[in-house]
C-alpha cells in the first residue's frame, strides 16, 4: 500500500518570507509528484510535478526531489496572504491514480 | 472553459436512501478521476476511466458503491444505500490525453442523516 506523509501539518510564515513543506513517499516506483493548492470549499488545483531527481522551479515555486531518500519538498519564495490554503502532495502511480497526503495547512501573515 | 462540473454541489440524504452524483470532464479529456475527501482520511482515490474504459477501480468500496461512463461527456458515481461514513466531498477530476495534469471540480458534499 502507497503511502504519501506531508510534514508540517501546519505552518505559519510572515508575509514575504519563504515557506518550505515537506512531503514522503514510500515506492521509487513512483512516476511523477505533484502539489496540488487547496482553497477551502474548492477542488484541488495543480501547481507543479517533477519526474527526476534535482530540482525544478516555476515562479516562485521551486521542487526538490530526492528518490533515494523518497522526498520531495516544495519551497514559495515571498510568500503572500493568497498562498495559503492546503497543499496537498501527490504521487502518481500506474499513470493513472493520485495517492495523497493529508496535507499541510499554510497560513501566511501579513 | 468551464472547468470540470459536478452536480449537485450539495446532496443531504437519509440512512438507507441512494445518492447519484454526476461530473461533467473538460470537453477533450480522455480520462476521469472519482475521488473521496473526509478530515480523517484525507482525499482518497476511488475509481478511473480513459476512454469511458474503466481502468482501476481499487478504492471503490466492494459493496454498495459503482461508477459508469456511458459517454465522454459525463460520469455518474451511484451510492445504494447510503450510510453515514458515506459522509464526504466527492471530487471527480479529469485529464487531457497523454498528460498527466488533473483538473478538479469543485466537488459535491454528500451529508447522510
Known amino acids: 500500500q502507497e503511502k504519501v506523509q506531508q510534514s508540517p501539518e501546519s505552518l505559519i510564515v510572515p508575509e514575504g518570507a519563504m515557506s518550505s513543506l515537506n512531503c514522503t513517499f514510500s515506492n521509487s516506483a513512483s512516476q511523477s509528484i505533484w502539489w496540488y493548492q487547496q482553497h477551502p470549499g474548492k477542488g484541488p488545483e495543480a501547481l507543479i510535478s517533477i519526474f527526476s531527481n534535482g530540482n525544478k522551479k516555476e515562479g516562485r515555486l521551486t521542487v526538490y526531489l530526492n528518490r533515494a531518500s523518497l522526498h520531495v519538498s516544495l519551497h514559495i519564495r515571498d510568500s503572500q496572504p493568497s498562498d495559503s490554503a492546503v497543499y496537498l502532495c501527490a504521487v502518481n502511480y500506474n499513470q493513472g491514480k493520485l495517492i495523497f497526503g493529508q496535507g499541510t495547512k499554510l497560513s501566511i501573515k501579513p | 472553459n468551464a472547468g470540470v462540473i459536478q452536480t449537485p454541489r450539495h446532496k443531504v440524504t437519509g440512512k438507507g436512501q441512494e445518492a447519484t452524483l454526476w461530473c461533467e470532464p473538460i470537453s477533450g479529456h480522455s480520462a476521469v478521476f472519482w475521488y473521496r475527501q473526509t478530515i480523517v482520511q484525507g482525499l482518497e482515490f476511488l475509481t478511473y476511466?480513459?476512454?469511458?474504459?474503466?481502468?482501476?477501480d481499487s478504492g471503490m468500496p466492494k459493496e454498495r458503491f459503482s461508477a459508469q461512463m456511458p459517454n465522454q461527456s459525463h460520469s455518474t458515481l451511484k451510492i445504494q444505500s447510503t450510510q453515514p461514513q458515506d459522509s464526504a466531498v466527492y471530487l471527480c477530476?479529469?485529464?487531457?490525453?497523454?498528460?498527466?495534469?488533473?483538473?478538479f471540480g469543485p466537488g459535491t458534499r454528500l451529508l447522510v442523516l
Open positions: 476511466f480513459r476512454n469511458q474504459a474503466p481502468i482501476d
Open positions: 477530476a479529469s485529464s487531457p490525453p497523454g498528460v498527466d495534469t488533473q483538473y
